[in-house]
């Protein structure tokens, strides 16, 4: 089965917050992109809402419940304990923790697993406890995914930020892709689920797909939405399923 799409809704969030005004309406764009075809959407509230704010979980929560029953709801964070309390109040069917600072414009790295295992591990238990899928996000490292998995972690999710730079040198995106797929083989074999996010396109999406057969899920923000300006938020998600093999 191909990789499933979440639509990450904070570029839209923070085009919102630029004006005290109520649009783009991050529940409406949320809407047509389910409606278009994406398996879920995925939300990264920091800690001063510069872009998802708090409010808005509840609402993207209930869009899910009402109207798209079989979507996922994925938040995403540094697991502070004022973020997990805002999992745990708004339930998403999935939690992506990322070691970022809260002052980083986006999320740059993934987790030095061996370094951060006893800081993860009780953190994994309390939210798979809580009936969640945990998933870390991930360097290109296949050494760091056994101790990864070693935290009780469902899956891992792959950055692929230094992949989607290397967007007009192909000899060196050949390289990152292969790092990808090295972890992703190692995960795998460590009974890790693999996600991946950070600068897929449709342009380089396929071939790491085609690289990683078994990609769960792919979480796209920042392409999708610039694909939206053109496309139209319903066109921009059609096209990236297409990219993902649908």
């Not at 074999?189 to 996010?197: D, E």
Request: proline content about 7%; glycine content about 8%.
């Amino acid at each position: 089965m191909p990789a499933k799409l979440s639509v990450n809704l904070n570029a839209i969030a923070l085009l919102r917050n630029r004006r005290d005004l109520p649009w783009p309406n991050v529940e409406h764009l949320g809407r047509i992109a389910l409606a278009a075809g994406a398996h879920g959407l995925t939300v990264h509230p920091r800690p001063d809402e510069r872009h998802t704010r708090h409010a808005d979980l509840p609402v993207l929560r209930a869009l899910i419940d009402d109207e798209f029953p079989k979507a996922e709801f994925n938040i995403e964070g540094y697991p502070a304990e004022d973020f997990l309390h805002l999992v745990e109040a708004n339930q998403p069917d999935q939690v992506t923790l990322v070691p970022d600072d809260p002052s980083q414009a986006t999320s740059d790295h993934g987790w030095d697993f061996r370094a951060q295992a006893e800081f993860l591990t009780p953190i994994v238990k309390r939210l798979k406890k809580g009936g969640f899928r945990v998933s870390l996000f991930s360097d290109a490292d296949p050494a760091g995914v056994l101790a990864a998995a070693d935290t009780g972690a469902d899956r891992i999710e792959l950055y692929t930020g230094p992949y989607g730079g290397c967007h007009s040198d192909s000899a060196k995106a050949e390289k990152h892709m292969e790092m990808l797929g090295k972890t992703a083989d190692a995960a795998r074999a460590a009974g890790l689920g693999v996600n991946a996010g950070h600068d897929l396109t449709v342009a380089n999406l396929p071939a790491l797909a085609k690289r990683i057969p078994d990609l769960a899920e792919v979480s796209i923000g920042h392409g999708l939405t610039a694909d939206a300006l053109e496309f139209g938020m319903a066109g921009a998600v059609r096209r990236f399923l297409k990219a993902c093999g649908w």
